[in-house]
């Protein structure tokens, strides 16, 4: 990447964003390779957050299709000036209730399915009979701080079951982030048992979303389907708005 900036100064700035996305695009293709598995059932999401919307148009151009956002109201707004383009949004961000309302007219997926109040709110009321059904993933904490996002191991199940009942969310399986203290892989490999777990009781649940710039070759290694990478594509992002 810099040889090339160095022998083509002239180049327009968004040569470092092509020639990353690449990067990543053969780093998952290698690390799928090397478990064994077709790069053709893992979805690329790439996090786009704090950047602007001019970002994830050069992204599209160049073929994404798939971006994730952690913010409600910035979501929202790029969502509605990229209208055009076709994409398909992630939610991968804490949700507050009185959000989740708003945030199924943009989102097609929300990952961070973690509190009863943000699946409740998904679900049909009197004055919505017949909401937009949206695909969701329950978020699950790794770590044994509670104040990570996600619900504990032991209450998948119980959250997943309340997805279900909602009849306007589409369970599609479970996400998580790595510990960061941790080696990844064992925490990966205990999310693809929760997995195991959920498709039990939903058997069309079989994504899992893991895997961020750092660690997505052990989240593949693990059976994970999305992955969800920001900065090893963006580069560095901008502080938070
Ligand atoms: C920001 C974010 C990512 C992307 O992280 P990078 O380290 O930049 O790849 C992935 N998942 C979630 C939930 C995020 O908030």
Redesign the pocket.
């Known amino acids: 990447m810099s040889d090339a900036d160095q022998r083509e100064p002239s180049l327009p700035s968004d040569t470092g964003l092509e020639a990353r996305l690449a990067s990543v695009r053969q780093g998952i293709a290698d690390a799928a390779q090397a478990a064994g598995r077709s790069a053709d059932e893992l979805t690329l999401?790439v996090?786009t957050?704090y950047h602007p919307a001019s970002l994830v148009r050069q992204l599209a151009a160049l073929g994404v299709t798939d971006v994730?956002e952690?913010r409600h109201q910035e979501a929202q707004a790029k969502a509605a000036e990229l209208a055009d383009l076709g994409l398909t949004w992630h939610f991968?961000?804490q949700l507050q209730s009185k959000k989740a309302r708003q945030a199924r007219r943009y989102a097609h997926v929300v990952?961070?399915l973690d509190r009863d109040s943000v699946v409740d709110a998904f679900a049909p009321t009197e004055a919505e009979p017949a909401p937009p059904v949206i695909d969701g993933f329950v978020?699950v904490n790794l770590t044994d701080d509670p104040g990570r996002?996600g619900v504990q191991p032991d209450a998948v199940d119980a959250m997943a079951e309340r997805v279900l009942a909602t009849g306007t969310i589409r369970l599609r399986g479970v996400?998580a982030?790595a510990p960061l203290d941790q080696d990844p892989r064992p925490a990966f490999a205990r999310l693809r048992g929760i997995s195991d777990r959920v498709r039990l009781l939903e058997p069309g649940a079989t994504d899992i979303s893991a895997g961020?710039?750092?660690d997505?070759a052990e989240a593949i290694a693990e059976g994970a389907t999305h992955l969800?990478?920001?900065?090893?594509?963006?580069g560095n992002?901008p502080p938070a708005p």
């Open positions: 999401v996090v957050k994730g952690n991968v961000g990952q961070s978020q996002g996400m982030v961020m710039s750092g997505y969800r990478i920001g900065t090893a594509i963006t992002r």
